[in-house]
């Protein structure tokens, strides 16, 4: 079983809300990941916790803000998002003694910001 | 600095008219390439791992090749549900980060 899934699939919030994705794997995996992606480009890195700790911030606003509960979770909190921040997040995870790199992606969740 | 190049960006073809994608890299301490199809609006789903030059992966219509600058993703006699955007990646030449550098993809259009 190679699946991660994401809550919510679609998601529409002001610029005043506060709101979180959120994500789950169940294989084991040791990291996992947040990427943004827009329109016709491919997935841009967020965040990586490997271990349950973030180990790559890629100079991602503070008005995202990760979060990994256990080694099977991993959230994304938004507060004060701007209209840009319209896109597809992608969670992923991946990393196993044997297949260190290959990583494995959720479905998504289609975020839209008024 | 470390690259990768998917050709074409585009391609149309019939239904039953095999083709090639091509991913070049520059990356020069390879630990891996990944190939991904992705459909409108969903993340991208994982097709293969390929380790090392001369390796080949196949699964129904696809078959991955790598050497050591590029790898292919031939589509034999496809189908109008294998229309979707391609994507590659690779990990960037320094440790073991997590990090993955896509191509830019190529989208395939397969008409009945």
């Known amino acids: 079983d190679t699946e991660v899934t994401q809550t919510p699939k679609h998601l529409v919030m002001g610029m005043t809300n506060k709101k979180s994705l959120k994500c789950e794997q169940h294989?084991?995996?040791?990291?996992m990941y947040w990427y943004k992606q827009k329109a016709k480009k491919p997935p841009e890195l967020m965040f990586v916790y490997s271990y349950e700790k973030l180990s790559i911030n890629e100079s991602v606003p503070s008005r995202f803000s990760p979060e990994c509960p256990n080694s099977s979770l991993l959230n994304l909190h938004l507060h004060a998002l701007q209209p840009e921040d319209s896109a597809l997040y992608l969670c992923?995870?991946?990393?196993?003694?044997?297949?260190?790199?290959?990583?494995?992606f959720g479905p998504g969740t289609r975020l839209t910001v008024l | 600095e470390d690259q990768v190049t998917q050709s074409p960006e585009a391609l149309r073809l019939q239904e039953g008219e095999s083709s090639s994608l091509n991913c070049s890299y520059t990356v020069s301490g390879l630990r891996g390439l990944f190939w991904y199809r992705q459909d409108p609006g969903k993340g991208p789903e994982f097709l293969f791992t390929l380790y090392s030059a001369g390796e080949e992966k196949e699964k129904e219509r696809l078959k991955a090749t790598l050497t050591k600058k590029e790898s292919f993703l031939h589509i034999t006699a496809p189908k109008p549900e294998d229309s979707a955007t391609y994507l590659c990646a690779v990990p960037p030449d320094s440790s073991n980060t997590g990090k993955l550098i896509f191509g830019q993809g190529t989208t395939l259009q397969v008409k009945p």
């Open positions: 992923a995870s991946g990393g196993t003694s044997g297949d260190p790199d290959t990583q494995y």
């Open positions: 294989m084991g995996h040791r990291a």
